[in-house]
């Protein structure tokens, strides 16, 4: 733990789970989608959807998805830029059930080549985030680390056949994380490094047999 696991990070206030936190999961959000968004709708849930207007949490997830950090100055004219740029988004609310984190956010993103994601994220305090689900698949994404997202069958053989492709490359995992809905169905692993993965290793890993999609997210902490 470090000092900004206890103060939280610098920021434009009045929040870290409202405003850091949601800059964050919108980072997050556009890593995925691989692309700028054009289109956001965006559901939110328990605290986040009591509160957002007076903490900021709107502009400061507009802001994240124009790709600004948390400590930008602009985050108050995040609508105003929004429009500049015509990114079209929509605020809503949203009920997620009462085992969800009440600072939760739901984004269906739109890039201008069709592209779509939905993505589910929590704002767990101190500016700190974790993303629970990606296109309805259960994850665990903090955002602390660059990270690998596979969406493959699940088949004896496939963690070996991720982690030997990266070691090969020099990639240190800091952690690996599998999802499946069921045995043999399709899973989801969530691998995050401590270096940035090159794109000729991302696509070796997306070449391996198993594999129906990889996807590299970059840390956002």
């Known amino acids: 733990m470090n000092i900004f696991d206890v ?33 956001a709708q965006i559901a939110l849930h328990g605290s986040f959807a009591q509160t957002y207007r007076g903490h900021g949490t709107d502009m ?76 309805g698949a259960a994850v665990e994404l903090s955002g602390r680390f660059p990270a690998i997202l596979t969406l493959h069958k699940d088949k004896p053989g496939v963690i070996s056949l991720v982690s030997s492709a990266l070691a090969s490359a020099g990639i240190n995992i800091a952690s690996m994380r599998v999802f499946r809905a069921n045995k043999g169905g399709m899973a989801t692993m969530v691998i995050e490094c401590d270096q940035v993965v090159p794109e000729p290793i991302v696509n070796l890993v997306a070449a391996l047999e198993p594999m129906q999609s990889v996807r590299f997210i970059r840390n956002v902490l």
């Open 7 to 39: 103060i939280g990070p610098v920021m434009i206030g009045p929040s870290s789970s409202h405003t850091a936190g949601a800059v964050r999961l919108s980072l997050l959000a556009i890593s995925i989608l691989g692309a700028w968004p054009v289109k």
């Open 60 to 135: 400061a997830l507009l802001a994240g998805l124009m790709g600004w950090l948390p400590d930008d100055a602009r985050i108050p004219q995040a609508k105003e830029f929004a429009a500049e740029q015509g990114l079209e988004y929509e605020f809503s609310t949203i009920n997620l059930g009462d085992l969800t984190h009440p600072n939760t956010v739901y984004f269906k993103l739109t890039a201008a080549d069709g592209r779509q994601c939905e993505v589910i994220g929590s704002s767990i305090g101190g500016g700190q985030v974790l993303v629970t689900s990606i296109d």
